[in-house]
Structure formats: C-alpha cells, structure tokens
C-alpha cells in the first residue's frame, strides 16, 4: 500500500473506500465511534487530572504549603493537637500527618458535625495557622470530578465505559497508523508541519498520538482500577494484600479503605481491601516500650525509631478495639518512591506492633498497580508532575484535533454524523463481534455497551434507513 494511500486512509477513505483493506476500514469505524464517546470525557479527565498533578507535585493535596519559621525545638505532637483540639472543642482527632520538612507545618485530621477539617499547626510553637474543609479544596473537587463526575456511582460507571473504550481507541488508533507498506517510521514519529488544513491536523494527530500512547494505556489501566466494577470487583479482589501474612493476628470487620478520610484517598491501592487488626490481643512484637503509656507522643516516637521520617500519616484507634496506624506511601504524598510503601499498624493498648504491610509483601499486581498508581499521580517528583502536566496537555490536544479533523472531513449541510463508511466486504457484526468479545473478556462494563451498540445497529438501524443514513 502507498504511503498517500495509506497516510490518507483515516481521512479520506470516504472518497476512495476501494483502496483500503476492508479491516483497516473497520479498525477506522471503530476508532471514530469509541472516540464520539470517549472524547468528553478523556477532555474532562485531563483537564481535572492537570489540576490535580499540579498540587501533588507542586503543593499539597490540602492546598499551598504552609510554611513556617525554622525554630531549635519542636513541641510534643501532644501539645500541637491540644492547640487543635482548644479551637474544635468538640471535635475528634482522627489522625496526625507529620510535615514534611522542618519548615513546614503539621497537619491534623479533625471531624465534628459532619465536617472534616485539616488544620496546620506549626510545629515550634503550637499555633494554628490554617483550617482546610478537606472536601471542599480544589484538589477534592477535581478528584470527585475526575472519578465521578460528581454523580456517584453512574458518574463512576460511564467514566470507567470511557476508559475502556479508550484502550479500544489506542489500539485501533495504532493500527491505523503503524507503519507498513513502504511508509516509515518517520513520517509517523515526526509530524509534517508543512501540510496545511485538516492534512496539518492529521500529522500533528497521529503523531503525538502514537508518542502517548503507551503512557495513554497505562493512565486509563491504573484509573480503571479504581472503578467501582472492574477496579473494586475483579482487579484489586486479586492484588489485595493478604491478611493471612499476619500471622495469629485478629482482625476486624472493617479494611483498611476505612482510613480514606473525606477529600482524597490515603490507603495504597493494594490495601484497602484487607480487615484492619484489632487491639487487645498478645500478638505482635514489642513497639513502645514497657511502662509507658501508649499515645500520640509515644506511637510518633515508635514511628522515628522504626524509620519513618519526613511526611508520615498517624491514624488514632476508632472504639476500644482500633489500632494506631503509621503510614507512609506515595499514595497519600508522603513519598516519591512506591517501592518504600510501609503501613504499621500498633496496638493501643499494649502499645506492640501487631502486624506491617510494606511493598515487597504485595502481590504482584499490587507493586504494579503501586508503581503505576505513583506516576499516574505525579508523585515520584518534579520530573514526574511536569511529565503529566504535558501528557495532560497533549491528551486535549488529541481530543480536540480529532473533533476539528472531523469536522474538517464531514459533508456540508449533509445533516450526516460523517461516520468511517462500513467495509463493503467485511459484515460489520463480524469484526465488531470480535473486538466487543476481546474488550469484554478484559473489560465487562464496555464490553457490555459494545455488545449493546451492534445489537442497535442490527435489531434497529438496519430497519429505520433514514435514521442509519444520518449516523452514517
């Protein structure tokens, strides 16, 4: 196949459909079809995920750092929770998060009334500084849009369809595009600037296309596996950390998603599905030491004498059978590197250390899902914030000069969708059949709106011309 023919099929097959192999034809149906779906919302979650890179990577997830003015002593983590706990007198501590640097402030995690407040402190002097409602920054609000469209779970079921359906857009996009039959490698790497009109938009498309594409796949992969069906029901049942590795240690009903506080997700990915111990057994290991009492003061001191340093999280124990929990992963910030993931979880009554989960006890799919999760949030530093902040932009890039190469393409005044023609020698069903099976077998919510489209295409669009004509 000539490069003219070939580079100009996307395009321009509508005028010349003979000359395109009846699958390169069908692989440019679907393309166009999955994209009139998934291009809001891949719009959308680049947009919100840009402004969440931007405060991971460059500020905190509660908002700009606080910073404070470097002093020789540091108050008992005690005293700065009292100074919390004197403005929300009626309020819960639910959890500590160290600073990250001496210049920076602490945070405390409070509930009262239904209301989730962060509040910084400074750490030399025990004065509050900031109070952040944690489900009222921007960085919560673009969470909820990014995963839900601020629609619960509906929100979250056609987000996780678009996900899938974008890995079936990469795929047929790189198969549109592979280089083949006298084309090379270079008029796809590198876009011809020198083209004018849709010709301009199509290079430029196909280019930045095929450089994103692997990082494309492996976004949509880690953000389905938070969805609600494949993420909740098949992907992390497989890669939960296993509470059997704990060795005679009780567990409770609850997991460990339980630690999620309001606003953003703390837990690794990895973990949230697995029981949290209870307090009140012998199992364990000694923590804090014999005669002292077991509280905020002592289980931060265990927490430096068991390595944690920089920014970490403490969870206080919820009800008579809760544990202190010490955390420290890229999923809540704390670190740049995944694999230094750790979770401590400390009895709070004998004050021993009765089960820990690190990165080199997750399964497989765990430390993937922990990696990947990691650089699909910007967490691994400022290369890796500044890397998705261009990814972000060259997504929306892709979404819009598909929308413009389109309309560029369509008939005037038609009244037509301007869809890719249906390959004269391949029936429809026969190759949507088999991509709807392979994306259902991997992905069953977009394998289901698949079978779902072909069933509309054949039970109804077949017998109503005039409306098939218009899609078409």
Known sequence: ?????????????????????????????????????????????????????????????????????????????????????????????????????????????????????????????????????????????????????????????????????????????????????????????VPDLRLKGRLWWRSLHASVGFWISALLFLFLLTGLSWTGVWGAQFAQPWGTFPAEKWDAVPLSDAA????????????????????????????????????????????????????????HHIHLPEGDTGVFTISADTMSGDLKNPTQDRTVHVDQHSGRVIAEAAFDGYSLVAKGMAVGIALHQGDMGLWNAALNLLFCAATVFLCVSGIVMWWKRRPAHSGRLAAPPVPRDLPLWKGGALVMCLVALVFPLSGAVLLAVLLLDWLVLARLPALKIRLS
């Not at 952040?132 to 929100?155: C, N, P, S, Y």
Request: aromatic share 8%; charged share 15%; glycine share 8%.
């Open 256 to 311: 460990h998603a339980t630690l999620n506080s309001a606003g953003q997700k703390d837990v690794p990915w990895g973990l949230e599905q697995t029981p949290l111990p209870v307090s009140g057994s012998s199992a364990g290991v000694a923590g804090v030491p014999a005669g002292q009492p077991v509280n905020l003061d002592t289980v931060a001191a265990l927490a430096k004498q068991l390595g944690f340093s920089g920014q």
């Open 1 to 189: 196949m000539s490069r003219s023919v070939e580079r100009a099929s996307p395009v321009d097959a509508g005028t010349r459909p003979s000359r395109l192999s009846d699958f390169h034809a069908l692989a440019w149906r679907w393309h166009f079809y999955a994209g009139l779906y998934v291009v809001p919302f891949l719009t959308m979650l680049a947009l919100t995920g840009a402004v969440m890179v931007f405060f991971t990577g460059f500020q905190t997830r509660l908002g700009f750092t606080v910073q404070v003015a470097l002093q020789p002593v540091t108050l008992p983590v005690s005293a700065q929770a009292d100074a919390v706990l004197a403005l929300r007198s009626q309020a819960t501590l639910i959890e500590y998060i160290a600073p990250r640097a001496p210049d920076e402030a602490s945070w405390f995690v409070v509930e009262r009334d239904g209301l989730t407040e962060a509040v910084a402190v400074d750490p030399h002097t025990a004065q509050v500084l900031h109070l952040v409602d944690k489900q009222d920054t921007v960085f919560a609000w673009a969470e909820r849009i990014h995963g839900t469209l601020l629609m619960g779970d509906v929100g979250d079921r056609l987000i996780e369809i678009a996900a899938g359906l974008g890995i079936v857009m990469i795929v047929t996009g790189l198969y549109l595009w592979w280089p083949r039959a006298g084309t090379r490698w270079a008029q796809v790497l």
